[in-house]
């Protein structure tokens, strides 16, 4: 509605820095090298850029490992880049959000480093310090003060024979988590963040927000997780202590504690800051009271439901096949469930997800650019924010590869480590990396048909994916019909009609399993998408659409797509279409 604040209607794009454009010829993107880019993003229409990463670290994960949050990481570039950034994304009338990442520091953050001089330093109590388990030595396996299992495998404690405690981290040996429950570390955090909001960012994007808060017992301990079945063989001395660690008891105080601190008072230019949270593990529940407006928390958070709903037993080294009708459900859920209060974001992919065109759409040749538009189509006319990752916009696809020698990701590395010692073989384990691993993500940008894809001059830091000669985003630009601007005219619906922001969402058709269809309205405009995502063709009758299927064709896949007979739709593998009325 009017006077509603003006990232409603936004559309969010995501640069993952290392991988979008290299100035200098390190083989590694830089600043200078997305301030290059900014007409790209311009001509796509985006008007919000989220920024990885880009403060001093020492790198152990690609960035979200913090040493120094008001540096910038030589290999990134300088604070005057930043200034400059800033300036050419505001002149274009786009906007800043960079990445806070505050449930952990870099084990090299000053903050850290004197944390863990002594036991008497008075930084001790920044991060969560324990002593190893009684009856057992420090260091032993076992001697672990609960037996959580690291996201980067292994266990969430390390030993620190220096002063004979471990610590925790919940990712990365080198990313001890920072303790919330001190205030000062609090105050230190929205010191930090007043400061950037000063030099006119505007917003946060934050990295596993809902961790921040843990449970603590009475004693001061920890609790153990239970040991169950579902941990692959080699980690199952570990248990899942995410019960202890996610949307904590002091969640909700701490958000609204910095919301009043630093989120209330807005922008250096006056209007109000974006908010997203990134929170593993989120209810519908939780999202509803982090995201109502009246109880001044954050704007909107990621849920991880959708992207987990093709993980097998094993978790996301075990990707099933898509079964459609789950993935329209969750969504739909999530769409209804903030409708009334709330808000939320949209997103297929991003840096730690592999390329929707490959795991929910078809990247043959014969299909990836419609499955790209139609996958782009059913997620743009939701509620919600959307998000668009680095060369989802020309249907860039999963690399894949199939040696560990190839791959770069911590977290990948970690589970080849773990599971081959646990006994599992390199073809079964690489089976399970080849879909998901992030570096599926990663892979530089493809700019050109020119080599490294127009990357880098030097030796791209991960390889670039084979696929450039035919993706890549100057062929995009310059193809009417390509992904590109399918993008492009989809970011534009959402500007030009106020039914693609606010209206409300029905789903048509829940239980068919290659049509995702749904209904926006809004007064008296209803809004109708429908979309075959399958490599079938499909026919359907949507009941009650037949005055939406005659209305206007908003946008389409396929130009010469057949008409509409009543409320009869027949669709060609991969065809979407939608329609105003
Ligand atoms: O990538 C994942 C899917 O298995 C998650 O475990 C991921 O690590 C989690 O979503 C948190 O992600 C964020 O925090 C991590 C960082 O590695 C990710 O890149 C970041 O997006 C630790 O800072």
Redesign the pocket.
């Known amino acids: 509605g009017r006077g509603s604040p003006w990232w409603r209607s936004a559309v969010v794009y995501q640069v993952y820095p290392r991988s979008f454009a290299d100035s200098d010829g390190d083989g590694i993107g830089d600043l200078r090298g997305v301030i290059a880019k900014l007409d790209h993003l311009r001509s796509l229409g985006v008007d919000v850029v989220w920024l990885?990463p880009i403060f001093t670290s020492p790198q152990a994960?690609?960035g979200?490992?913090i040493s120094d949050y008001q540096g910038i990481d030589p290999t990134f570039g300088s604070l005057e880049d930043v200034d400059e950034l800033v300036a050419g994304l505001h002149s274009r009338g786009m906007r800043l959000v960079m990445?806070l990442?505050v449930?952990?520091t870099s084990d090299e953050h000053q903050w850290f480093v004197e944390s863990a001089a002594s036991k008497d330093s008075p930084k001790r109590d920044w991060y969560w310090w324990r002593p190893p388990r009684e009856g057992f030595v420090g260091g032993e396996r076992g001697a672990e003060p609960t037996n959580w299992h690291s996201?980067?495998s292994g266990s969430t404690w390390q030993w620190h024979p220096e002063t004979g405690e471990y610590y925790l981290h919940?990712?990365?040996r080198k990313?001890p988590d920072l303790n919330w429950e001190n205030p000062e570390v609090r105050q230190a955090v929205y010191a930090m963040m007043r400061w950037w909001v000063a030099r006119g960012v505007d917003g946060f994007r934050m990295?596993?927000i809902n961790l921040i808060s843990k449970v603590v017992c009475d004693d001061g301990a920890l609790p153990d997780g239970v040991v169950g079945t579902d941990l692959p063989a080699g980690v199952s001395r570990y248990a899942d202590g995410s019960p202890f660690y996610t949307n904590g008891p002091r969640l909700h105080e701490f958000l609204h504690e910095m919301h009043t601190e630093v989120l209330a008072h807005g922008a250096a230019s006056g209007d109000v800051l974006i908010t997203v949270g990134?929170m593993?593990g989120v209810t519908l529940e939780e999202a509803r009271k982090v995201t109502d407006p009246a109880r001044r928390e954050l704007d909107m958070v990621f849920t991880?439901e959708h992207?987990g709903i093709d993980h097998g037993p094993g978790?996301?080294w075990a990707l099933r096949p898509l079964h459609l009708p789950d993935l329209k459900a969750n969504l739909a859920r999530w769409q209804e469930g903030l409708m009334a209060v709330g808000w939320n974001s949209l997103y297929w992919n991003?840096?730690?997800?592999p390329r929707v065109v490959s795991r929910w759409g078809d990247d043959s040749a014969e299909h990836r650019v419609a499955s790209a538009k139609s996958l782009g189509t059913v997620l743009h006319l939701l509620r919600g924010t959307p998000y668009v990752y680095q060369g989802e916009e020309l249907g860039m696809t999963n690399v894949g590869w199939s040696q560990i020698g190839s791959y770069q990701d911590?977290?990948t590395l970690n589970y080849y480590s773990e599971s081959v010692s646990g006994g599992a073989s390199d073809g079964e384990v690489m089976a399970g990396i080849g879909p998901?691993s992030?570096d599926n993500a990663r892979t530089p940008m493809q700019w050109s048909d020119t080599p490294h894809a127009g990357f880098t001059t030097g030796t791209p830091w991960l390889a670039v994916n084979p696929n450039y000669p035919a993706v890549n985003a100057e062929a995009a630009v310059a193809d009417p019909d390509s992904v590109f601007h399918h993008y492009r005219r989809l970011i534009e619906l959402r500007h030009a009609h106020e039914v693609v922001v606010e209206g409300d969402f029905a789903l048509l058709l829940p239980d068919h399993e290659q049509v995702f269809a749904y209904t926006r309205s809004l007064g008296d405009e209803t809004l109708l998408m429908v979309a075959n995502l399958s490599s079938a063709p499909a026919v359907v009758d949507l009941p009650g659409q037949a005055a939406t299927v005659a209305g206007t064709l908003l946008i389409a896949t396929h130009a010469d797509g057949a008409p509409a007979d009543g409320e009869r739709v027949s669709l060609a593998p991969w065809e979407s279409r939608a329609y105003l009325a």
């Open positions: 990885s994960d690609n979200y490992d990445d990442v449930n952990h996201f980067f919940l990712f990365a990313q990295d596993v990134e593993p991880f992207v978790g996301k991003n840096h730690d997800q911590i977290e998901v992030r």
